[in-house]
């Protein structure tokens, strides 16, 4: 989902996860009916899609271990894990995303702001969800460790068989991430495509404008 900020992307996920409700339409995900619903038909929902936010320190309780934090999902109404059974899924997430076993032990300040997004990432992982909604998850890193953890998004997709829904106003993130786009503007879709006709033959004057944009950009800091 692609855009410039105050366009709505942040709003669409919201709905997309059931933390709002649409003023009109209709809204299925994942099998489940969005619009109407009330918070206890929700239930199946929320163990099928999660959601990495785009400040992992403010996403993460600063009072809780991180083995709490990456289990608190196996919470939620419909999980029944035993605590020995949940020891061990927070050892394999760790594992997958790439930080050690120590690190269960420890608290979010104790991190670095990569590292504290691995974290956000595992505990979202933790329940198998189908869908895994991430807004802006990199904006918020240091330059030197954005490509990390896109990387590791992307292999984790792969890895657990996700639909990701990726939201960024970074052209060049969207591109290399994903397959399909939706360009948004003023809270509304103007253009859907493959991310390579998205790019290359742009229909619509905003998608234009972005692309064009970006390009010029990349042209300028490749001159420095």
């Given at each position: 989902?692609?855009?410039e ?5 942040s ?12 003023t009109?339409?209709s ?32 996403s993460l ?7 709490d934090?990456?289990?608190e ?12 059974r949940?020891r ?6 760790l ?20 590292q504290?997004?691995?974290i ?12 895994l ?30 639909t990701?829904?990726?939201?960024s ?12 786009v ?7 879709i103007?253009?859907?495509g ?6 290359e ?6 998608t ?17």
């Amino acid at each position: 989902v692609l855009g410039e900020s105050g366009s709505g992307k942040s709003t669409l996920l919201r709905i997309l996860a059931g933390l709002d409700q649409p003023t009109s339409g209709s809204v299925k995900v994942a099998g489940n009916q969005i619009n109407g619903a009330k918070e206890r038909d929700l239930v199946q929902l929320r163990q099928q899609l999660q959601i990495v936010f785009q400040d992992p320190m403010g996403s993460l309780d600063p009072r809780m271990r991180v083995r709490d934090i990456i289990a608190e999902p196996l919470l939620a109404p419909g999980q029944k894990v035993d605590s020995a059974r949940q020891r061990k899924l927070v050892a394999q997430m760790l594992g997958a995303v790439g930080l050690p076993q120590d690190a269960a032990e420890r608290f979010p300040h104790q991190f670095s702001g990569g590292q504290r997004q691995r974290i956000s990432i595992a505990r979202a992982l933790i329940c198998e969800p189908r869908v895994l909604v991430a807004d802006e998850p990199v904006s918020a890193l240091d330059v030197s460790v954005r490509a990390q953890v896109l990387n590791l998004l992307s292999d984790l997709v792969d890895d657990y068989q996700l639909t990701l829904v990726f939201v960024s106003h970074d052209l060049g993130v969207v591109r290399h991430l994903c397959d399909n786009v939706v360009v948004m503007t003023n809270g509304q879709i103007v253009e859907s495509g493959s991310t390579e006709q998205i790019y290359e033959n742009p229909q619509h004057d905003y998608t234009r404008t972005l692309v064009n944009s970006s390009m010029s950009l990349r042209n300028e800091l490749s001159l420095r």
